[in-house]
C-alpha cells in the first residue's frame, strides 16, 4: 500500500538517496529542504524515473514555514504516513512543535 511520506533534509545526499529509494516501493514524497531548488532537484528525479514527488521548501526552525510546507504537501497528496526528519543541525532555536506530527 502506497504511503505518503515526508523527508526533512531531502536535498541533502542521505535523505535525498532515501526519498529515491522509498519513491521505487510505490510511495509519495514530498521532498522537503530549506533550498527549493535542491528539493525540485529530488522531486524531479523521482518524477522521472516513474516516482510521484513535490519539492517544497521548509525551514525546519520555523514553525510557520512546516505548518506552510504540510498544507502544501496535503493538498498535493492527502494525510502524511510518515515523517523522516532529516534536516541536519543541532540548533537551539529549533522547534520541538512540528505540525506534521499532530
Given at each position: 500500500m502506497s504511503?505518503?511520506?515526508v523527508l526533512t533534509g531531502a536535498g541533502g545526499v542521505l535523505?535525498?538517496?532515501?526519498?529515491e529509494a522509498l519513491?521505487?516501493?510505490g510511495n509519495k514524497i514530498a521532498v522537503l529542504d530549506l533550498r527549493k531548488e535542491a528539493a525540485d532537484k529530488v522531486a524531479d528525479k523521482i518524477n522521472a524515473n516513474g516516482g510521484k514527488a513535490i519539492g517544497v521548501a521548509a525551514n525546519v526552525l520555523e514553525k510557520d514555514s512546516l505548518e506552510k510546507a504540510k498544507k502544501e504537501v496535503n493538498g498535493a497528496f492527502g494525510k502524511v504516513d510518515?515523517?523522516?526528519n532529516g534536516a541536519g543541525?543541532?540548533?537551539p532555536l529549533g522547534t520541538t512543535s512540528n505540525?506534521?506530527?499532530e
Open positions: 504511503k505518503t511520506i535523505c535525498s538517496t532515501l526519498a519513491a521505487k516501493e510518515i515523517l523522516v543541525g543541532n540548533h505540525p506534521f506530527l
